[in-house]
Nanobody
Framework: QVQLVESGGGLVQAGGSLRLSCAVS????????MGWHRQPPGKQRELVAT???????SYADSVKGRFTISRVNTLNTVYLQMNSLKPEDTAAYYC??????????????WGQGTQVTVSS
């Protein structure tokens, strides 16, 4: 069973920084792309950033230049460094991992979510 455990959320003032972490555990899997999504209150979940197994990154326009996604493959961990936070960044943040399971099927798993609240 694949599990994703997130940490690092919290309350921060506008202009501040937070770093989210997400550790993936599972047997006999090959992790491909990893990413972060967020769901603001009363809104749909949206993509924030992704990083491929080759470290290619992409970002939503709303976070470009402020957020940085990275991964450490030896730790099966993905990070999201969030700087210059704004109140509109307030959301539940979810990490995801795309992987090949032990019988060769592509799958995606999600973390449980971590709350980020930015006060004005």
């Amino acid at each position: 069973q694949v599990q994703l455990v997130e940490s690092g959320g919290g309350l921060v003032q506008a202009g501040g920084s937070l770093r989210l972490s997400c550790a993936v555990s599972g047997r006999n899997i090959i992790i491909d792309a990893m990413g972060w999504h967020r769901q603001p209150p009363g809104k749909q979940r949206e993509l924030v950033a992704t990083v491929t197994s080759g470290d290619a990154t992409s970002y939503a326009d709303s976070v470009k230049g402020r957020f940085t996604i990275s991964r450490v493959n030896t730790l099966n961990t993905v990070y999201l460094q969030m700087n210059s936070l704004k109140p509109e960044d307030t959301a539940a943040y979810y990490c995801n991992a795309d992987y090949i399971d032990e019988i060769g099927l592509p799958k995606r798993s999600w973390g449980q979510g971590t709350q980020v609240t930015v006060s004005s």
